[in-house]
Nanobody, 121 residues
Framework: QVQLVESGGGLVQAGGSLRLACAAS????????MGWYRQAPGKQRELVAT???????NYADSVKGRFAISRDNAKNTVYLQMSSLKPEDTAVYYC???????????????WGQGTQVTVSS
């Protein structure tokens, strides 16, 4: 079955960098959008960045100029390069992908288990 596995989270100092990765595996026919969401303590989940299969990107205003999303479609993997990290970026980051699995043959939203990013001041 299809699953998304995130990696790369951790604890960093303000101003530092982290690179998150999310690999989709299992019976996959195709993947449309892939992206990252985050949820900080006491706050609602919010979109961070998304990228279509063709390469179009969308970023939350709060991360523009600091984060960069990229994809390796051959590896069914999406990355999030995070730079100039701020304490306000502290959250659990979740990978999301719109995938047509082998069964059923229709787009389904899949979510990873989440990876903790903590930025200390």
């Amino acid at each position: 079955q299809v699953q998304l596995v995130e990696s790369g989270g951790g604890l960093v100092q303000a101003g530092g960098s982290l690179r998150l990765a999310c690999a989709a595996s299992g019976g996959i026919i195709s993947i449309n959008d892939m992206g990252w969401y985050r949820q900080a303590p006491g706050k609602q989940r919010e979109l961070v960045a998304t990228q279509t299969r063709g390469g179009r990107t969308n970023y939350a205003d709060s991360v523009k100029g600091r984060f960069a999303i990229s994809r390796d479609n051959a590896k069914n993997t999406v990355y999030l390069q995070m730079s100039s990290l701020k304490p306000e970026d502290t959250a659990v980051y979740y990978c999301n992908a719109e995938i047509i699995p082998s069964y059923p043959s229709a787009y389904v939203d899949y979510w990873g288990q989440g990876t903790q990013v903590t930025v200390s001041s």
